[in-house]
């Protein structure tokens, strides 16, 4: 199911001209292959559920976590 929902969401993206020259030129000049908006959803697709597991287990540990608390500024003036 996940495998086609993002298929069909590249299918949907590939259909805009806008983001098909975004992506070819992206692909261009950080990868140096344009070609990658035909192969990769292809590569994409080949990564196994247990590729993505280890991957989980290898980086999304406590020691590589960074924990972010915001706190809104008080009001100034004005009902509270």
Do not use: C, H, W
């Not at 975004?22 to 994409?44: H, R, S």
């Amino acid at each position: 199911k996940v495998r086609m929902e993002v298929k069909r969401g590249k299918v949907e993206q590939l259909v805009g001209t806008l983001y098909r020259a975004q992506a070819l030129g992206e692909n261009a000049v950080f990868y140096n292959d344009p070609n990658i908006i035909n192969t990769g959803n292809d590569k994409l697709m080949s990564v196994t559920k247990e590729q993505i597991q280890k991957a989980a287990r290898t980086y999304l540990i406590d020691s590589n976590r960074t924990v972010l608390t915001t706190v809104p500024k008080p009001r100034t003036g004005g009902p509270q």
